[in-house]
Each structure stands twice: as structure tokens, then as C-alpha cells.
């Protein structure tokens, strides 16, 4: 299993930003997918997941994120998305995708400040 | 959603310690439970999957008990490499997943 995570980086408040995670060595189509962030000596946070089409294909967010992150999904290319928009300071973190606790990404680290 | 709560928040001890962490669901999670050490600057290290089975190259000092909504973690006898923060995580496709708050594991 390998995740990739990119698209992290520093956007000013109210603005939005795109992650990518690009996944190989498993069945993609078949995978859960989540995100999980962790802010700056903080926890480990669920920030949504995206169930496969064999699954329902639904898609869950957490409460602090909900109306303003957006996960999606490309199964041609073995990516799962995390849009991000109306980011706030609180949003700084660093955000890591996983397909269940044998498949973590390295993790990409978005900065909201102005 | 499933709520997560995880003791203690701070631990000190020893090399050579016998030490164990616990983590209780708001609800029944089934087996579906993790437990990941982390150290800083680093991804999350899975350690234990499915409440006790040890993933592969972890070392045997490390195991994992429980179901349901009562879980824990123990480690035989610390090693200095072990001095880290460790979370449980509750996981399930057909459910929200969520962490506990951690424990950090520091020398006494």
C-alpha cells in the first residue's frame, strides 16, 4: 500500500486549496478512504471519508468541516481528493489520507495564515 | 459518533516499566480498534489492528486487548525507543472512524 499526499501549502484565511492523494499497490476502487488531520501539537483528527461505490459510495465529514470541505474521488486515477474552501487559521494542520490503519500517507502540511 | 475517550493523557515511566493504556468507546466498536505510536514530525505508526493483532516488524513487547468498548495497550518492559505519544483509533467503513486524545508516554 502506498499513499501519496500533495497540493499542501500556505493560503490566506478564507481562501481554499485542493490535497491530493494518489494511492497504488491495493485495489482503489474496492478501498475506504479518510482523511485525518493533525494541527500543531495537537491530535489525530477525522476530517471525512469516502466509502467505495461496493460500499454505498457515501461520503462523511466532521462538524468543524462540514459545508466546506468536499472529498471526492477518481477512479480512473487512483486519487482521492480533499477541496478545501473557507479556510480559517484553525484549518492549519498537517493532513494525512488512509485506507484503514495498514495504509497511511506521509502527510502534507496547510498553513492558513495571512 | 463514536466518542473516544483515552488514559492517561501523560504517563512517566522507566525503562524496563511494565506500562498499559486504555481506551473505552461511547459505544461498541466491535474489534475494530487500533493503537499507533507517533513520534514527532512523523506519521502515525500502526502497532496494533483489529483490538490485538500485532502488525508485522513490531516488536512482541507491544500487545493489544479488549472488544466491545473497553481496549487496551501494553508494553512489557520499555525500551528507550518507546518513549513517544500513543492513540487508539476506532475504525469501521460502515461507521465514522474516530481517535482518542493520546497518551504521552515520557521518561520519568
Known amino acids: 500500500v502506498q499513499l501519496v499526499e500533495s497540493g499542501g501549502g500556505l493560503v490566506k484565511p478564507g481562501g481554499s486549496l485542493r490535497l491530493s492523494c494518489a494511492a497504488s499497490g491495493f485495489t482503489f476502487n474496492k478501498a475506504w478512504m479518510i482523511w485525518v488531520r493533525q494541527a500543531p501539537g495537537k491530535g489525530l483528527e477525522w476530517v471525512g471519508q469516502s466509502r467505495s461505490i461496493t460500499d454505498g459510495g457515501t461520503i462523511d465529514y466532521a462538524a468543524p468541516v462540514k459545508g466546506r470541505f468536499t472529498i471526492s474521488r477518481d477512479e480512473s486515477k487512483n486519487t482521492l481528493y480533499l477541496q478545501m474552501d473557507s479556510l480559517t487559521t484553525e484549518d492549519t494542520a498537517v493532513y494525512y489520507c488512509?485506507?484503514?490503519?495498514?495504509?497511511w500517507g506521509q502527510g502534507t502540511l496547510v498553513t492558513v495564515s495571512s | 459518533d463514536i466518542q473516544m475517550t483515552q488514559s492517561p493523557s501523560t504517563l512517566s515511566a522507566s525503562v524496563g516499566d511494565r506500562v498499559t493504556i486504555t481506551c473505552r468507546a461511547s459505544?461498541?466498536?466491535?474489534?475494530?480498534l487500533a493503537w499507533y505510536q507517533q513520534k514527532p514530525g512523523r506519521a502515525p505508526k500502526l502497532l496494533i489492528y483489529k483490538a490485538s493483532s500485532l502488525e508485522s516488524g513490531v516488536p512482541s513487547r507491544f500487545s493489544g486487548s479488549g472488544s466491545g468498548t473497553e481496549f487496551t495497550l501494553t508494553i512489557s518492559s520499555l525500551q528507550p525507543d518507546d518513549f513517544a505519544t500513543y492513540y487508539c483509533q476506532q475504525y469501521n467503513s460502515y461507521s465514522t472512524c474516530s481517535f482518542g486524545q493520546g497518551t504521552k508516554l515520557d521518561l520519568k
Open positions: 488512509s485506507t484503514g490503519p495498514r495504509g
Open positions: 459505544q461498541s466498536v466491535s474489534s475494530w
